[in-house]
């Protein structure tokens, strides 16, 4: 069974530029996470789809990120326009029920 | 506010001595904890988690970890040390208003020496 995957793995973008980070979750599972580690801290929850619902979006930072998931499978997150701060890795996670989260290889992103 | 703290930014054991990475929380109600490995260059991994029942947890790897609840911890443990188990060690716990919602440690850095 294939895992979670997110693309890319790594993302260089200047200071002002657009990236979209994309997460496949495992087939069949409706539960859908977005979560950021800048740098050397915790890791940071950023929102919850159920299928194509936003079930909770309380850490989305500010209106510079966009996350959608159209149809219920994959998901996109958008940063526009990117800066510094933005920069760590964003993992994506997927689960059936709450008691297990299995989660993506991350996307590094730097913004210079 | 709920919260995680690993107070140990690093841990080092030699190969073949037991390995403990400590964590503590602060939650409202009752607990559910996670234990998530990073491996260099890959994603998270799941180790194990305490729901309820039993206090000691066993999961993945040889790793287990045991749920205090007197003193709110939910430390992550190892008979013996692989060089293999190098890795960053995260501890989570869910968020009591949220079924799915998981807050986490900044993270352990375990460092096996030959």
């Not at chain 1, 973008?13 to 996470?33: F, M, W």
């Not at chain 2, 293999?84 to 460092?111: E, P």
Request: a neutral charge; hydrophobic letters at 35%.
């Amino acid at each position: 069974e294939a895992g979670v995957t997110q693309f890319p793995s790594h993302s260089v973008i200047e200071k002002g530029q657009t990236v979209t980070l994309r997460c496949d979750p495992i087939s069949g599972h409706d539960n859908l996470y977005w979560y950021r580690r800048v740098m050397g801290k915790e890791i940071k929850f950023l929102l919850h789809f159920v299928k194509e619902s936003k079930q909770d979006e309380s850490g989305m930072p500010n209106n510079r990120f966009l996350a959608e998931r159209t149809g219920g499978t994959y998901s996109t997150l958008k940063v526009q326009p990117a800066e510094l701060e933005d920069s760590g890795v964003y993992f994506c996670a997927s689960s059936w029920t709450a008691n297990e989260q299995f989660f993506g290889p991350g996307t590094r992103l730097t913004v210079l | 506010a709920q919260s995680v703290a690993q107070p140990e930014d690093q841990v080092n054991v030699a190969e073949g001595n037991p390995l403990t990475v400590k964590c503590t929380y602060s939650v409202s109600g009752n607990p559910y904890l996670f234990w998530y490995v990073q491996y260099p260059n890959r994603g998270l991994q799941f180790l194990l988690k305490y729901i309820t029942g039993d206090n000691l947890v066993k999961g993945s790897y040889g790793f287990e970890a045991e749920f205090n609840k007197s003193q709110t911890s939910f430390h992550l443990k190892k008979p013996s040390a692989l060089v293999s188990d190098s890795a960053l060690y995260f501890c989570a716990v869910r968020h009591m208003d949220s079924n799915y919602q998981l807050i986490w440690g900044a993270g352990t850095k375990l460092i096996i020496k030959p």
